[in-house]
Protein backbone atom coordinates (compact mmCIF):
# COMPACT_ATOMS: atom_id res chain seq x y z
CA UNK A 1 0.00 0.00 0.00
CA UNK A 2 1.23 3.39 -1.02
CA UNK A 3 0.75 6.32 1.02
CA UNK A 4 -0.28 9.21 -1.44
CA UNK A 5 -0.23 12.45 0.60
CA UNK A 6 -2.98 15.38 0.12
CA UNK A 7 -1.93 18.76 -0.77
CA UNK A 8 -3.38 20.39 2.17
CA UNK A 9 -0.76 17.76 3.55
CA UNK A 10 1.98 18.87 1.95
CA UNK A 11 1.19 22.75 2.77
CA UNK A 12 0.86 21.54 6.40
CA UNK A 13 4.16 20.09 6.41
CA UNK A 14 5.62 22.78 4.15
CA UNK A 15 4.39 25.92 5.92
CA UNK A 16 1.84 25.24 9.18
CA UNK A 17 4.44 23.39 11.05
CA UNK A 18 7.52 25.40 10.40
CA UNK A 19 5.35 28.39 11.18
CA UNK A 20 3.75 27.44 14.47
CA UNK A 21 7.34 26.54 16.09
CA UNK A 22 9.00 29.86 14.88
CA UNK A 23 6.50 31.54 16.74
CA UNK A 24 6.94 29.70 19.65
CA UNK A 25 10.62 30.07 19.92
CA UNK A 26 10.01 34.01 19.55
CA UNK A 27 7.43 33.64 22.43
CA UNK A 28 9.99 31.69 24.47
CA UNK A 29 12.66 34.54 23.76
CA UNK A 30 10.98 36.51 26.26
CA UNK A 31 11.50 34.24 29.11
CA UNK A 32 14.85 33.31 30.72
CA UNK A 33 15.43 29.87 29.86
CA UNK A 34 18.51 27.67 31.28
CA UNK A 35 20.58 25.60 29.16
CA UNK A 36 18.21 22.04 28.81
CA UNK A 37 15.51 24.13 28.12
CA UNK A 38 17.64 25.70 25.19
CA UNK A 39 18.48 21.97 24.40
CA UNK A 40 14.56 20.96 24.05
CA UNK A 41 13.72 23.95 22.15
CA UNK A 42 16.75 23.30 19.60
CA UNK A 43 15.84 19.36 19.45
CA UNK A 44 11.74 20.73 18.80
CA UNK A 45 12.69 23.74 16.17
CA UNK A 46 15.53 20.47 14.38
CA UNK A 47 12.68 17.91 14.26
CA UNK A 48 10.36 20.50 12.51
CA UNK A 49 12.77 21.53 10.25
CA UNK A 50 13.11 18.28 9.03
CA UNK A 51 9.39 17.51 9.21
CA UNK A 52 9.63 19.98 6.33
CA UNK A 53 11.37 17.64 3.90
CA UNK A 54 8.47 14.90 4.39
CA UNK A 55 7.03 16.08 1.13
CA UNK A 56 9.67 15.36 -1.20
CA UNK A 57 10.59 12.02 -0.15
CA UNK A 58 6.61 11.22 0.08
CA UNK A 59 4.42 10.47 -3.04
CA UNK A 60 1.92 13.65 -2.91
CA UNK A 61 -0.81 14.18 -4.93
CA UNK A 62 -0.35 15.83 -8.58
CA UNK A 63 -0.48 19.46 -8.66
CA UNK A 64 -3.31 20.71 -11.02
CA UNK A 65 -3.53 24.55 -12.06
CA UNK A 66 -5.83 25.39 -9.51
CA UNK A 67 -3.84 24.46 -6.52
CA UNK A 68 -0.33 26.12 -8.06
CA UNK A 69 -2.89 28.86 -8.60
CA UNK A 70 -3.87 28.88 -4.91
CA UNK A 71 -0.12 28.89 -4.16
CA UNK A 72 0.78 31.67 -5.99
CA UNK A 73 -2.41 33.81 -4.77
CA UNK A 74 -1.20 32.86 -1.57
CA UNK A 75 2.10 34.00 -1.82
CA UNK A 76 1.56 37.07 -3.70
CA UNK A 77 -0.98 38.25 -0.50
CA UNK A 78 1.90 37.77 2.11
CA UNK A 79 4.41 39.60 -0.26
CA UNK A 80 2.04 42.29 -0.37
CA UNK A 81 1.65 42.21 3.13
CA UNK A 82 5.52 42.11 3.92
CA UNK A 83 6.16 45.09 1.71
CA UNK A 84 3.21 47.23 3.24
CA UNK A 85 4.82 46.41 6.72
CA UNK A 86 8.32 47.33 5.74
CA UNK A 87 7.00 50.62 3.91
CA UNK A 88 5.03 51.58 7.48
CA UNK A 89 8.07 50.20 9.74
CA UNK A 90 10.24 52.62 7.32
CA UNK A 91 7.65 55.69 7.72
CA UNK A 92 7.68 55.56 11.68
CA UNK A 93 11.46 55.15 11.63
CA UNK A 94 11.92 58.24 9.69
CA UNK A 95 9.39 60.06 12.06
CA UNK A 96 10.67 59.36 14.52
CA UNK A 97 14.76 59.93 13.74
CA UNK A 98 15.63 56.18 14.49
CA UNK A 99 14.16 53.06 15.61
CA UNK A 100 16.10 50.50 17.41
CA UNK A 101 14.33 46.77 17.41
CA UNK A 102 16.44 43.74 18.44
CA UNK A 103 16.32 41.05 15.61
CA UNK A 104 16.56 38.17 17.64
CA UNK A 105 12.99 39.20 19.28
CA UNK A 106 11.22 39.97 15.97
CA UNK A 107 12.48 38.03 13.27
CA UNK A 108 11.12 34.36 14.31
CA UNK A 109 7.48 36.25 14.63
CA UNK A 110 8.16 37.37 11.16
CA UNK A 111 9.46 33.77 9.69
CA UNK A 112 6.36 31.94 11.69
CA UNK A 113 3.45 34.62 10.65
CA UNK A 114 5.14 34.44 7.06
CA UNK A 115 4.48 30.63 6.72
CA UNK A 116 1.48 29.89 9.03
CA UNK A 117 -0.32 32.99 6.77
CA UNK A 118 1.21 31.02 3.35
CA UNK A 119 -0.10 27.80 4.44
CA UNK A 120 -3.66 29.64 5.96
CA UNK A 121 -4.06 31.37 2.79
CA UNK A 122 -3.55 28.32 1.01
CA UNK A 123 -6.51 26.34 2.72
CA UNK A 124 -9.01 29.37 2.18
CA UNK A 125 -8.03 29.38 -1.36
CA UNK A 126 -8.61 25.89 -1.39
CA UNK A 127 -11.81 25.66 0.34
CA UNK A 128 -13.38 28.87 -1.56
CA UNK A 129 -12.24 28.89 -4.51
CA UNK A 130 -12.18 31.68 -7.07
Same mark, same amino acid.
Do not use: H
Given at each position: ?????????????? &?????????? %?????????????? *????????????? %???????????????????? &??????? /?????????? /?????????????? *?? *?? *????? !???????????????? %? !? &?
Amino acid at each position: MKIVMKLKTRELFK &NGVLGIVWII %VGATKFFEMNIYLK *LILALILFTASIL %VFIPYFVKSEKEDEMSKLNQ &NKAKSII /CDLLTLGIMI /CSLVAFYKDGWMVD *LK *LV *LPFIM !GSVLLSNYLLFIFYER %V !G &N
